[in-house]
């Protein structure tokens, strides 16, 4: 491994670029490698067996690209099977959570909601780390459908806004300040999440705090000041969504994984 070699980030589908642009704003010099498993979206609702195996497929990949770091750009993927990939794999990984923890510690009303996908709310690493906050009454809401709508380019549908105004009317009444946004897919949601709450409700995602990490363990493990080059983008499913997400400054390229 050098410097040069890229990281990997992967997700199951489009959503993880959320967490992409946040490192790579922060690391423009860093090559990266990017795999959207959107023909297995969403990975909220399989078995823990399942997402462990399709991350599995998903590292070997990059591994194949001779990624130095890998981030699992996906909150399901980092709280069902980061510890399998940790075990398996001599390579340094960074994941994704739901970030409770700043969250609870700056609540006013001390009521929280998060937004998230069946498979994170019902893993053993989200429910030990929101048992450290009994002090805290965080309101859990599967988003249900969301993942497919943002991967089906139904992003400002009126299904979508349906939905999201059935998840966030329920938290807002129960006097939430904070609701954090437990799925990379859903910062694309932000905009119209922004039209249903109140001003006064933060917004938390996890994507600065995730480059801020990979920035840190590049510097731990020496593969700090790459030479800058193109990043890479794969899909195994119509490229379409991906290409207008990314607002068609990169190609991307369709592959069978």
């Given at each position: ?10 997700d ?19 090559k ?131 939905l ?22 859903y ?51 119509d ?8 607002e068609?400054?990169y ?7």
């Amino acid at each position: 491994m050098t410097n040069n070699n890229p990281i990997g980030v992967f997700d199951s589908g489009i959503g993880g670029t959320s967490i992409w642009t946040a490192i790579h704003d922060l690391l423009p010099n860093e090559k990266t490698i990017y795999l959207a498993d959107s023909k297995n979206a969403p990975y909220g609702q399989k078995t823990k067996e399942e997402i462990v195996a399709l991350s599995k497929k998903n590292v070997d990949l990059l591994l194949e690209m001779n990624c130095k770091l890998i981030v699992v750009a996906c909150n399901t993927a980092t709280t069902n099977a980061i510890r399998e990939l940790r075990a398996d794999y001599d390579i340094p990984f960074i994941g994704i959570e739901p970030a409770i923890k700043p969250a609870a510690n700056n609540s006013k009303t001390q009521v929280i909601g998060i937004l998230a996908t069946k498979g994170t709310l019902n893993s053993e690493l989200f429910n030990k780390t929101a048992e450290m906050f009994q002090n805290t009454t965080i309101i859990e809401q599967v988003g249900f459908g969301l993942v497919q709508l943002i991967e089906d380019g139904n992003l400002y549908s009126p299904e979508m806004t349906q939905l999201l105004e059935s998840y966030l009317v329920p938290m807002i009444d129960a006097n939430i300040d904070y609701l954090v946004l437990g799925c990379s897919h859903y910062p694309y949601l932000i905009p119209q999440i922004k039209k249903i709450l109140p001003d006064h409700i933060q917004i938390i995602d996890s994507g600065e705090a995730v480059a801020r990490q990979t920035q840190n363990l590049l510097r731990e493990v020496g593969f700090s000041d790459a030479a800058k080059s193109e990043p890479e983008f794969y899909v195994n499913s119509d490229p379409r969504v991906l290409e207008s997400i990314l607002e068609y400054k990169y190609p991307v390229v369709k592959k069978d994984f």
